[in-house]
DNA sequence: CCTCAATGTGCAAACGTTTGCACAACTTTA
DNA sequence: TAAAGTTGTGCAAACGTTTGCACATTGAGG
């Protein structure tokens, strides 16, 4: 029945001021250490938590850190998350997660109700790059970083995976192992992330003075069903104008390109190599398991929330770029030589 | 420079008073339209956003719904996160979300953090019941959600996938199919559902007349590794002692089972059958693709948002309890009869 | 005995809203 | 023409904290 007790009725009872009780929890030394703990025995028998609505009003700040990503569904997301959680309460901050179902105008809108909690900073997960961000941002009071995009501005920072060097890892494994003609299958079309991994997959062609051919480009969009609608065309193909190995955009659509292909009677690796990214729990346990880069997710997290508390205690912060090794597993088949 | 703008600027703009403002701005009839347009028009042009934490701090309450989860980095939680996020932002609430990391006190802790942020309501996903909360909840003024855990008092109400017809239905399929010796691969050991799903199965098995023999439940605890434990461990069995077919507590570790299976040369299903529960993404495309339970894990997401409202409207709310479906795909094999 | 510093506590303002009530200016009704 | 509505707006309190400043008490130094 009784409301949740107020710092007023614990003052009320220790029969001091609600300031006086206010520096008390505080553990200010301004109070003498036995009014301090008694005030502090009451609060605990009073079962008392503080409002923190209230004091985000009048601190014009509030322990949380605002998170803003596409899905809570997605793998890599939830290994980002797993990072974020972690490091953000070993720092004794709070995250309230919006999503925002892959729609740009609700991303922004997110981002806008976040800032609207007095949020300490924001974290943004998303590929996309919604171009209304630039003046929301100059808006801005608070540190937000962005993970995997890229964004500049004041109190604007970035930590990401190095897309290109991934891709060029990727492409550069397959050539080692001997193959000459590789497919690409990408993701989000307008997506930074397939962007960079393309570029990174044409310069170790470049590299290795091997032709680019554009017909060796699938379109794609990181799902399941990308990857088994890549293998069909696959078949369709050609024999001669068939890649012998394939860099997926991501471990999801890799995977559905290796089940379709085991449905069809396609042998991966004998017929097909197969190179995937992120490096998902499920690569492991895939058969064949899956060879892959590996993003490191949740140090992309950690780093994230490292950025935003640098940010905060106004220390320089530099932008981050994470580079996740290559994952060899049993996708990926040796050719032999010519000679 | 500026601090964001409040409703007193706009009101010295306006040329009225912050209650007018305050008015217009929710669209009260009290304001004749021509003011109500000119202040909503000076509030665009402003870009204001209301602070959330003062609004809060009056009405007392915030359209926010408290999530408690165990960990994000779970893809049955994250299904279940999915339907929440549905649900919970075509009604306007948002979600602050605190991860437990499985740690029961950690989970009791968040409770009470989100109550201090004035949350409409909670919703807590956790198979694990720790006994501190009982006291816990008597306190709260909010109503409580539980997801696929079983709690009881006043504005508390549950919502739960069926576990123990789940366990009966995967064990059914399997009799039906002919098996005669059949294991069970345990969860989470002093986990609800693992219990209901292990009770499905006893009953099962006693409906047909079939034998339980203790030596058929193997310990588990969910994870792949479990699974590729489990499968180690049957290889060790005499013939005679072995199941032939074997129903496991979740995907996870079904997909852990078969990818040791195939590692040991161990067909499935011809030598084994195996059915999961969950019915993830991923045993769409396993090999052979997973004979599972479904759970509704989206719909328990949307179900918990519309009991929580249900609840917050003041409306009868009943505990619901969700079943899922037998997807019988490929992992399951027919056994011949003997005659 | 007076002044000064140190120590502990209280007062009151402020944060940005919402909302019950009062009030002024009209308009209608009797 | 007075009384009674109607309509639009403002006043001021309230929500639960934090915090700069002032005050009262005490003890020490001169």
Known sequence: MSQRPSIKDIARIAGVSPSTVSRALADSPRISLATRERIQRIARELDYSPSLAARALVTGASPIIGVVAPSLADPYIAA??????EASHQH????????????????????QMLSGHNAAGLIVLSSRAPEGYAPLLARLSMPVIFVNSLH?????????????????????????????????????????????????YRRALEEAGLPFDPACLMPGDGSIEAGREALREWLHQPDDKRPTAIFCYNDLSALGLLAEAYQQGVAIPDDLSIVGFDNIPMTAIS???????????????????????AALAGKPVTDIILRGELIARASVKRMEDHD
Chains 1, 2 share one sequence.
């Open 80 to 85: 980002v998350m797993k990072g974020l959680e």
């Open 92 to 111: 004794g901050y709070q995250r309230l997660v919006a999503s925002s179902q892959g729609d740009p105008e609700q991303e922004l809108a997110m981002v």
């Open 152 to 200: 500049v501005g004041e109190r604007v920072y970035n930590v990401m995976t190095d897309n290109e060097y991934g891709g060029w890892l990727a492409t550069h494994h397959l050539i080692d192992q001997g193959h000459v003609r590789i497919g690409y299958l990408g993701g989000p079309a307008r997506g930074r992330s397939h962007a960079a991994r393309a570029a990174g």
């Open 287 to 309: 058969i064949p398991p899956l060879t892959t880069v590996e993003q490191r997710t949740e140090e992309l997290g950690r780093q994230a929330v490292a950025s935003l508390l």
